[in-house]
T-cell receptor, first 115, second 111 residues
Framework: DAGVIQSPRHEVTEMGQEVTLRCKLI?????LFWYRQTMMRGLELLIY????????DSGMPEDRFSAKMPNASFSTLKIQPSEPRDSAVYFC?????????????FGQGTRLTVV | AQSVTQPDIHITVSEGASLELRCNYS??????LFWYVQSPGQGLQLLLK??????LVQGIKGFEAEFKRSQSSFNLRKPSVHWSDAAEYFC?????????FGTGTRLKVLA
């Protein structure tokens, strides 16, 4: 398996533009997490999906952020409009939560810079 | 609330020296504990995990960790550090579906 695949790896955009980050889960996994990593706040959980359904979006900073999971293997995180304070590394991770010992498998991240 | 504390933000060791990274957790029930490593520009890679059984767990790259319930700790160790071990290390506890991460320890290795 190729692991969790994120695209793009790097994104530079101007303030006010829409940004879409993409994530392909590991085949057979049923849970999807979006995290944001910054120096100031570390790793923050933004949203969690289980079986394509959003279970916990309490970490989504504001309405400018939205996430979807149109099928069992793919997810998007959209920021519209983007702001400089959204600059961070965004990770998605997948897991098979039914296993008690399941770990989360992380993608390589998308480094977002909003100028 | 569940939490993970990594008290050391930075650690510097010489190549060949032993290493111990500290992790303390706060969790009511039996915890599921993880150590991840993040190399620059990369995602997090699992080093090892504990969920039951033997309290000393072996991981990849020669790392091991010991679960001590009485101390609420899950410290990561390596007997001899290699220059390629320079990275950031994260301890995490799984609480339900959530993985709660510590703030990380950045390891620097001196030649």
């Amino acid at each position: 398996d190729a692991g969790v695949i994120q695209s793009p790896r790097h994104e530079v955009t101007e303030m006010g533009q829409e940004v879409t980050l993409r994530c392909k889960l590991i085949s057979g996994h049923n849970s999807l997490f979006w995290y944001r990593q910054t120096m100031m706040r570390g790793l923050e959980l933004l949203i969690y999906f289980n079986n394509n359904v959003p279970i916990d979006d309490s970490g989504m900073p504001e309405d400018r952020f939205s996430a979807k999971m149109p099928n069992a293997s793919f997810s998007t995180l959209k920021i519209q409009p983007s702001e400089p304070r959204d600059s961070a590394v965004y990770f998605c991770a997948s897991s098979l939560i039914v296993k008690r010992s399941a770990e989360a498998f992380f993608g390589q991240g998308t480094r977002l810079t909003v100028v | 609330a569940q939490s993970v504390t990594q008290p050391d933000i930075h650690i510097t060791v010489s190549e060949g020296a032993s290493l111990e990274l500290r992790c303390n957790y706060s969790y009511g029930a039996t915890p599921y504990l993880f150590w991840y490593v993040q190399s620059p520009g990369q995602g997090l890679q699992l080093l090892l995990k504990y969920f039951s059984g033997d309290t000393l767990v072996q991981g990849i790259k020669g790392f091991e960790a010991e679960f001590k319930r009485s101390q609420s700790s899950f410290n990561l160790r390596k007997p001899s550090v290699h220059w390629s071990d320079a990275a950031e290390y994260f301890c995490a506890v799984r609480s339900g579906y959530k993985y709660i991460f510590g703030t990380g320890t950045r390891l620097k290795v001196l030649a």
